[in-house]
């Protein structure tokens, strides 16, 4: 995988076309939108609309291919080369009208992410990390043209960490900001963003770290780590163990246990301060109990669960 090669330019041509769809949508109110089963989440017409579009470059383009995306049965899911798309992250932003939405593709082979593309199309801009190479942001009218690329912070103290935390309220950062002495409302320690700008703001250097909670997460929802980690930083689950594209390991697609992404000087003084918090394990079991996913998206874990199966 090199700089310039195809897989490169596909990316930036499914981040552009997903990009214009999303932001016409946005300018002509084009869209319709729905509940989910889950609680406080949505879905628009306008990402199943992107997902067809990207469905079919895929197709066109790496018809060998397997593709997972979060709007529709998965495709070729035992390749060695899989795509997992996202056509719209950050429904609920995008349908209140918030700018901090985003399209998300990351290129897996052998079970090890190795290209991956977050475009934010209300700034134009798309982050691209390439597995051994870097990372680095550019504008989506000509990503090969200035680049910039991305590093992680410099902090190395604890008690100065500025954290991106999510806009909905999650009790376990109340747990979180006591652990560190930082009061919950504090908007200079505790930065909130939506969508995978959190993820996004750790490998610009912005924040130090992302904790997340949340054992509902999917792998298409981080393309940003192969970001975080090419700029310097570090990602894991909230105990400290990678992240696996292993379909036939741990949670499958989704990601159980959290995620805890950090510019990587700070990543182990802050898995033993989040270790220290009693009850995490029952927190995030509390979660995953209590999820009630859309029929969609369980029929995907089931299709996916007997393709692995039938080998």
């Known amino acids: 995988m090199v700089a310039g090669s195809r897989e490169l330019h596909g990316a930036f041509e499914m981040a552009r076309y997903a990009s214009v769809m999303l932001m ?19 879905v628009t017409s306008v990402e199943h609309v992107v997902n067809a579009a990207i469905l079919t470059y895929l197709e066109d383009n790496f018809p060998g291919d397997g593709i997972i995306s979060e709007e529709q049965k998965p495709r070729r899911p035992r390749r060695r080369r899989v795509w997992y798309v996202d056509p719209l992250d950050g429904s609920k932003e995008f349908s209140e009208g918030s700018d901090e939405f985003a399209f998300l593709a990351t290129l897996v082979e052998d079970c090890l992410p190795v290209l991956s593309v977050c475009a934010l199309p209300a ?10 190479r870097g990372a680095f ?15 992680v912070s410099n902090c190395s103290s604890l008690d100065d960490v500025v954290f991106a935390v999510t806009k909905a309220k999650a009790d376990f950062y109340d747990y979180l900001a006591f652990s560190f002495g930082i009061d919950g409302n504090d908007d200079i320690r505790f930065k909130r963003y939506g969508a995978a700008l959190k993820g996004i703001k750790v490998a610009t250097g912005e924040v130090d770290a992302f904790p997340c909670f949340n054992p509902n997460l999917c792998l298409w929802d981080i393309a940003y780590d192969l970001l975080v980690e090419e700029a310097g930083g570090k990602i894991t689950d909230v105990f400290g163990d990678p992240i696996s594209y292993d379909l036939k390991k741990g949670g499958g697609i989704r990601v159980r246990n959290g995620l805890l992404a950090t510019n990587g000087t700070l990543h182990n003084p802050i898995l033993r301060r989040i270790s220290a918090i009693t009850g995490v394990s029952e927190y995030l079991e509390k979660q995953r109990l209590g999820a009630d996913y859309d029929s969609h998206s369980r029929d995907i874990r089931r299709q996916i669960d007997r393709e692995l199966k039938s080998v």
């Not at 700034?123 to 051994?132: C, H, P, S």
């Not at 942001?137 to 590093?151: F, I, K, N, R, V």
């Open 123 to 132: 700034e134009w801009k798309v982050y691209v990390a390439l597995k051994g």
């Open 137 to 151: 942001s550019a504008s989506l009218d000509d990503p090969y043209g200035a680049q910039e690329t991305l590093s």
């Open 24 to 42: 016409n949508a946005r300018q002509t109110g084009d869209w319709s939108v729905r509940p989910k089963l889950e609680q406080g989440q949505v």
